[in-house]
């Protein structure tokens, strides 16, 4: 059974930084592409990042470019998402997604595996 689990979430005041790590389970998706995605209460979830299997191409959302870096570990099974300058609407449930390719999470913002999530709350 696939399990994705997230951490690394918290309590953080604007301006501050955050790691989220998100470790696969039950399999290895070395050659899969890994995302991560956001959601707040009453809204559509939001793509923030996303990385093929090699690491060689990332792709972020215009609202956190120059200030996210999506990265992962094949052989640890784990993605992460560096989070500098936190802004207070950076507020969100952060969960993380597995896909067969990374075209399938741009083009329609869907993955095969998805994690609970981790919440992030940036306090102004």
């Known amino acids: 059974q696939v399990q994705l689990t997230e951490s690394g979430g918290g309590l953080v005041q604007a301006g501050d930084s955050l790691r989220l790590s998100c470790t696969a389970s039950g399999r290895t998706f070395s050659t899969y592409a890994m995302a991560w995605f956001r959601q707040v209460p009453g809204k559509e979830r939001e793509f923030v990042a996303a990385?093929?299997?090699?690491?060689?191409?990332?792709q972020y959302s215009d609202s956190v470019k120059g200030r996210f870096t999506i990265s992962r570990d094949n052989a640890k099974n784990t993605v992460y998402l560096q989070m500098n300058s936190l802004k207070p609407e950076d507020t969100a449930v952060y969960r993380c997604?597995?896909?067969?390719?990374?075209?399938?999470?741009?083009?329609?913002?869907?993955?095969?595996?998805w994690g609970q999530g981790t919440q992030v709350t940036v306090s102004s």
């Open positions: 990385i093929n299997w090699s690491g060689t191409t990332t």
């Open positions: 997604a597995i896909a067969r390719t990374i075209t399938l999470i741009l083009t329609y913002n869907s993955a095969h595996y």
